[in-house]
C-alpha cells in the first residue's frame, strides 16, 4: 500500500503468498491468451539460471560489446566530435570562447569537453582524444550502473531481463564512427530515464538518490540541443496521462530537469554573452540554411526514412497491441520508447541536414523497442522453464542482432578498418610528420579530414572558426555585379569579419604552417573561389604570406611551411 503523496503509485511487481499474480499479455490476433511467465528481478532471474548453460551463452553475448568496443577506441575519432574537442583545449588554453572561438554549437557540449581537454592539458601522457573517449566511457559505465540499479526492483521476465542487462551496454557503443556526436550522448543519458518513467508509472519507487541522478543526467543530456526537447515533452506528456495531473504534478522528475534548462538559460547572457548577442545573429542569418534539405527529403531519405520505417510499425504495437496497451506490464517502457523515438524524428527533421548522426537516437530507441517488445512477447509465449532456460540465447542472439542494425547502412566498422591506409589516414600521417605540434592556419571548408588529423597531429588551428562556414554562407549566391570577390566596402559585416580577423591574426602571431584546401565549398561564379587569392588581397595577409614555402600536398590539401 503506498501513501497518497507518493509521487510512484502503483500495486507492487512481486505477488506474494496467494497473491494473483501479473495479467498474462493476450496473443496478437485475439489468438489464445499466452501462457504466464513470473515476473522477477533482473538479479533473481539471472541467479535462477543454470550456471553451466549460462556461462557459454552469457560470454557469446558479450562479444559485440567487445567488437564496439574496439571500434569505438580504433581511429578515427569522429570529425565533429574532434572539432569540439579542438575548440575546447584552445578555450582551456585561454582563448574566449565565443569571441576568440566562433561555432555555431550552445556551450554545454564545450562545457562538456573541457573536462578532457584540462586532463590532456595537466596530464602529458593522455593526449586530447584519449582523455575524451577515456571520459566517454566513464560516463557511459555510470549510465549501464544507474541503468542496473533502477532495474533492480522492476519487474522483469527471464528473457526480458537477459536481453536488457547485454542491450544496455551495447546501446552505448553502438554508435560507432558517430560516438562522442552530441546526439549519441543524449540517447545514452536517456536510457535512464526512460527505465524511470516506467517506474514513476507501474513501480516500484526508486530512491530519491536514483530518481534525482537520472533527472539530472537526463536534464544535462537533453540540453545538449534545444530540438532534444521533444523527447522528454512527449515522456512527460505520457507519464502525465498514466498518472493523472495531481500525482504527476508532485513527480520531482520534470522539475528537476526543467531546474536544469532554466539555470542553463540564465547563465547564457551572462556566462557566454557573445554566444547570443553575436553568434546566435549569424547562425540565424548564414548557418541554419547552409546545405539544408527540404522537409519532404529529410523525413524520406534514405538515412532518416529507414529508421522511421522500423520505429512506426513497432510504436503502433506498443500503443495497440493488447500487452501494452494499459500502459501496464511494461507497457510503460515500451510506450515511452517509442515516443523517445517519435520525439527523435522530430528532432531530426528540425535541423533538416539529414546528417547520420541526426538520425541515430531514432535508431537506437527503434532498436531498443523491438528487443523489448520481442523479449516481452516470449516471456509470455513461452513457458516458465523453458523461458529461464531459454534466456541466456535469447539474450546472445538479441546482442547479435542489435550489433548487427548497428552496423547496417552505417560507416563503421568499415572506416577503421580502412582508416590507415585512407586518404584521410595518410593526410593525418603526413600532418603529423610536418606540423606535430605546431599552430596552423586552415583554410577550408571542410571538418573532415582536417579533424581529427589535427587532433592526431597535437596541433592548433588559428582560424576563429573551426572551418570557413561563414564564407560559404556569405558567397552562397554570386555577388549580383558578376565579380569573384566582393570588394571590402561590398562586404557584410560577417564577411568583412572572416576577411579582417583572418588577415590580422595572421600577421600578428605567424603559424608555422599554412593549410589551404583546393575545393572551395563555394558555388562557381565565372572561376573557381580561391582562398589564397581572397584573402591574399589584405595587404597584411599577403605581406605575411610572403614568409611561406610549399611543402606539399595531398588529399587535395596544399601545404605551406614558414621560413624563419
Known sequence: MTSSNDPFPGPSPFPGPGAAPHAVPAAPGGAEPLRETPTLTPRAVLRSLPAARLRPARLLAWLPLLGFLCIVLAPPLNHDVAA?????????????????????????????????????????????????????????????????????????GPVEAAVLTVAVPLL????????????????????????????????????????????????????????????PALVEGLVLLRRGPARAFRDPVPW??????????????????????????????????????????????????????????????????????????????????ALAGIGAIASAWAQHKGWSYHVLPVRMFAATLGLVLAARWLDGALSPARARLSAPALAAGAAFALAAY????????????????????????????????????????????????????????????????????????????????????????????????????????????VLVSRNPGIPWCGSEFDFLAYFGRHPLFAETFRRYRPAGELAGYRLYLRED
Open 406 to 513: 548497428g552496423v547496417t547502412g552505417t560507416e563503421s566498422p568499415w572506416r577503421q578498418i580502412s582508416y590507415a591506409d585512407s586518404s584521410a589516414g595518410r593526410f593525418a600521417a603526413w600532418l603529423r610528420q610536418q606540423a606535430q605540434d605546431e599552430r596552423l592556419l586552415v583554410l577550408s571548408p571542410d571538418i573532415y579530414p582536417v579533424y581529427p588529423a589535427l587532433n592526431y597531429a597535437g596541433a592548433q588551428s588559428t582560424l576563429r572558426t573551426m572551418n570557413l562556414w561563414l564564407l560559404q554562407g556569405v558567397y552562397e549566391r554570386c555577388p549580383a555585379n558578376g565579380a569573384r570577390y566582393r570588394e571590402t566596402w561590398e562586404m557584410s559585416r560577417a564577411e568583412f569579419f572572416v576577411y579582417r580577423t583572418v588577415a590580422e591574426d595572421f600577421a600578428r602571431t605567424p603559424p608555422a604552417a
Open 84 to 156: 569540439v574537442l579542438n575548440f575546447s583545449e584552445r578555450w582551456v588554453a585561454g582563448e574566449r570562447l565565443y569571441t576568440d572561438l566562433i561555432d555555431v554549437n550552445p556551450p554545454l557540449i564545450f562545457v562538456l569537453s573541457a573536462i578532457p581537454a584540462a586532463i590532456a592539458h595537466w596530464l602529458p601522457l593522455v593526449d586530447g582524444p584519449q582523455a575524451l573517449l577515456l571520459c566517454l566511457l566513464l560516463l557511459y559505465a555510470g549510465v549501464w550502473r544507474l541503468c542496473a540499479r533502477l532495474r533492480a526492483g522492476r519487474a522483469e
Open 256 to 337: 528537476t530537469m526543467a531546474g536544469v534548462w532554466l539555470l542553463y538559460l540564465a547563465s547564457l547572457p551572462v556566462l557566454f554573452p557573445d554566444y547570443t548577442g553575436y553568434v546566435l545573429p549569424l547562425v540565424w542569418d548564414y548557418y541554419l540554411d547552409l546545405g539544408g534539405l527540404a522537409w519532404w527529403q529529410v523525413v524520406f531519405g534514405d538515412k532518416l526514412g529507414a529508421a522511421v520505417a522500423l520505429l512506426l510499425p513497432l510504436a503502433a504495437v506498443a500503443f495497440l497491441a493488447p500487452a501494452f496497451r494499459r500502459g501496464r506490464n511494461g507497457g510503460t517502457l515500451a510506450q515511452s520508447l
Open 172 to 231: 552505448c557503443l553502438v554508435a560507432g564512427y558517430d560516438f562522442g556526436q552530441r546526439e549519441q550522448i543524449m540517447a545514452v543519458l536517456a536510457l535512464p530515464y526512460l527505465l524511470l518513467a516506467d517506474l514513476r508509472v507501474e513501480g516500484p519507487r526508486p530512491s530519491r538518490r536514483l530518481v534525482l541522478a537520472t533527472a539530472l543526467l537526463a536534464g544535462l543530456g537533453f540540453a545538449l540541443k534545444p530540438h532534444f526537447l521533444a523527447i
